[in-house]
């Protein structure tokens, strides 16, 4: 980061720039999100029960959601429960504690069990750490560079059950050369990092393996960069395809609930997951159903395949360990989202307990896809000279966006509604490669083959290190209400009769998980199956028993990461298999655990499922676990076009008939 980055962060740190004046309006459902007053509140609170001083740093302070039972008996005009969930750190020690902020009491406060999330101003700490280390500086001077001359980017050290991470919250801190362009990665300080200790607030060591070339091209990305290049021309102006929407938009913003056409939810945003989706359900034939009780981001891992000193730990869990919430990044109208989008903010904390505002977090927006959600050209109503038009409606979604800038990537997030009673979860992945210093400036120099064994050369002494984007989701299925069941139908050879001619057919084999063990899937293209989440104490239409199906689209990404033994890995073991299932537990909200940060492994969904709890006519929670293997290429640099993967949620025997056959004919 320039120095004008660094401002900026000091600045966030302190709630300052940031912070806009928004008023905390009154509270309307137990899920929304804290406001500006709420979680000033919650700071006074503490400190007025002697738990905090002005020192105190917060981690972490988000919605302590009230019990289920407690949101779902809740009608508007009752008492709302407010509650804060809260990571303090005081000269003290760490702690969790829960603040109950309607009556102005701390009623819970115990030493936190694990580290924490990350501080912003910990970031800062360890850049100014690694940039005083004697030890460092030599390791600069060396390659000819002064501390002035670099930008350091301090990054979670992973955990290895090693004796020198007993006690110790660690980060790895690397640098590149200031950038001369706006993209700040294109220039590593390759073979060179400091190891900080947070806690002791000192670096405990250095790590250079030797000097390697810095790149010399700095790889701008902005329009009057490129059209400097020798070796790029921006191409000619066009006529741009706009979306519009005249009249304004059909749906209907009121505090957190959105409503649209058949749809209607509530929206939130936390430090960790980001956006978080409640009460998801749909009106049929004017009956209100449940569909979802929450969706939302649950942990993103993103390990390396490069075994080298400097990148073997470099095995981030991005929401767990730096939030997804925290850093949501203003969308560009336009650019990010049509220029007719609804904006709206997101309310987070700085590290002091301030409340922080930032502008334009969400976008919410209508398209309309240029496809036919149905339509049908019926041959035989036609007559030789005259051809009937085809009947059909257009089909138009409710797209809801975010994007969260973690590091060098750029993560989308959309959930998109469609009027066929369909719900997509999709992620984009944009932004720059994390890139290595090598010596190779072409395949056909010396060290190509040793500088490309675990990754690509994507520009001249620039290697992109192979690695994984792995996004688990929690999905609280509540179909028809909270007794759901979750099954695999598969696809089978059929037993074919006796003297017909065809020979081979398919199909249908059902099978319904009765504990958690037996509810882990990976899914296999060569054995196809669909994947349902129902209520099999309803019945819909016919007498089917409601339900919503998983369609996994081209979202599946197959781990051979070894979760028993790789110690990363075990932290993270939900990629293992692509769909888990759980009883609904409050306490189970991140596949990760509630502490990511140097974790063991002992608290994740591996660990909850290994109890093995029954599965069957409860209320049941879906964990899905989408994602790609990126093995980098020259397309991917310098800034990487969106690669977008997902998931449909699609209804299966939910409706009596195609819900989409009563959307109005615009013509």
Request: glycine residues 8%; charged residues 20%.
């Amino acid at each position: 980061m320039t120095l004008p980055a660094h401002r900026r962060l000091r600045r966030f740190m302190a709630g300052g720039a940031l912070a806009l004046a928004a008023a905390g309006a009154a509270q309307a459902h137990p899920l929304d999100g804290l406001t500006p007053d709420e979680i000033t509140r919650v700071v006074d609170i503490l400190t007025a029960e002697g738990k905090v001083t002005d020192a105190a740093r917060y981690p972490l302070i988000e919605l302590q959601e009230p019990e289920k039972s407690v949101v779902m008996a809740w009608t508007e005009g009752d008492p709302e429960p407010r509650a804060a969930l809260v990571n303090v750190t005081t000269a003290q020690g760490v702690f969790r504690g829960v603040v109950d902020i309607a009556a102005g009491t701390v009623t819970d406060w115990q030493p936190a069990s694990e580290e924490t999330m990350l501080l912003l101003e910990e970031f800062v700490g360890a850049m100014d750490l690694a940039l005083g280390a004697p030890a460092f500086v030599e390791g600069l001077a060396k390659r000819d560079l002064t501390p002035e001359d670099v930008f350091c980017l301090p990054l979670t050290a992973g955990a290895f059950g090693l004796p020198e991470e007993e006690g110790r919250r660690l980060m790895k801190v690397p640098c590149y050369v200031n950038p001369t362009s706006s993209n700040f990665y294109a220039k590593p300080v390759e073979g060179l990092f400091a190891v900080v200790d947070l806690k002791g607030g000192e670096v405990v060591d250095v790590v250079d393996t030797g000097v390697v070339p810095v790149p010399q091209d700095g790889w701008g990305v902005t329009q009057e960069e490129i059209a400097a290049r020798d070796d790029m021309d921006l191409r000619p102006e066009t006529r741009p395809a706009v979306l519009g929407q005249e009249g304004g938009p059909n749906y209907v913003i009121e505090g957190s609930k959105v409503t649209w056409d058949m749809w209607s939810f509530r929206w939130r945003v936390d430090k960790r997951p980001g956006v978080v989706l409640s009460e998801i359900g749909v009106t049929d034939a004017g009956a209100w159903r449940e569909v979802l009780y929450q969706a939302h981001l649950s942990e993103v891992f993103v390990p390396y395949m490069d075994p080298d000193e400097g990148w073997y730990w470099r095995t981030y869990m991005d929401s767990g360990e730096y939030g997804f919430g925290i850093f949501l990044s203003p969308l560009h109208a336009g650019v990010d989202c049509p220029a007719y989008a609804t904006f709206l903010p997101a309310v987070v904390h700085a590290d002091d307990g301030a409340p922080v505002e930032i502008p334009d977090a969400l976008c919410i927006f209508e398209r309309n896809i240029g496809d036919p959600v149905w339509r049908h050209f019926e041959i035989f109503a036609q007559s030789p000279d005259q051809f009937t038009p085809a009947e059909g409606r257009p089909a138009t979604e409710l797209v809801v966006r975010s994007a969260s800038e973690v590091g060098n990537y750029d993560y989308l997030i959309d959930y998109v509604f469609e009027q066929n009673g369909n719900m997509r979860v999709m992620v984009g992945a944009t932004g720059l490669d994390a890139v290595k210093g090598v010596a190779a400036t072409s395949m056909a120099s010396p060290t190509a083959e040793a500088d490309t064994k675990y990754g690509t050369l994507i520009a001249p002494n620039l290697v992109a290190p192979n690695h994984d984007h792995f996004f688990n989701f929690r999905l609280d299925f509540d179909i028809d209400g909270q007794a759901n069941s979750f099954m695999r139908t598969g696809l089978v050879a059929a037993q074919m009769p006796e003297g017909l001619p065809r020979r081979s057919m398919w199909v249908t084999e059902t099978v319904m998980p009765k504990t958690e063990m037996e509810g882990r899937y990976r899914i296999n293209p060569s054995t196809p199956a669909m994947y349902h989440i129902a209520n099999m104490g309803r019945e819909s239409g016919l007498g089917h028993h409601p339900g919503y199906m998983i369609n996994p689209g081209n979202s599946v990404a197959y781990s051979p990461l070894d979760v028993e033994n790789d110690p990363p890995a075990r932290r993270n073991p939900y990629i293992d298999y692509t769909i888990w299932t759980t009883p609904y537990s409050a306490t189970e909200r991140y596949a990760g655990g509630e502490y990511a940060f140097q974790s063991d492994g002992s608290d994740t969904l591996g660990t909850w499922v290994a109890q093995d709890r029954p599965i069957v006519d409860t209320d049941i929670v879906t964990w899905y676990t989408m994602g790609f293997h990126h093995v980098p290429r020259m397309e991917d640099w310098p800034v990487m076009p969106t690669m977008w993967k997902g998931i449909t949620l699609m209804p299966f025997n939910f409706f009596s008939h195609n819900p989409a056959m009563t959307v109005r004919d615009p013509s």
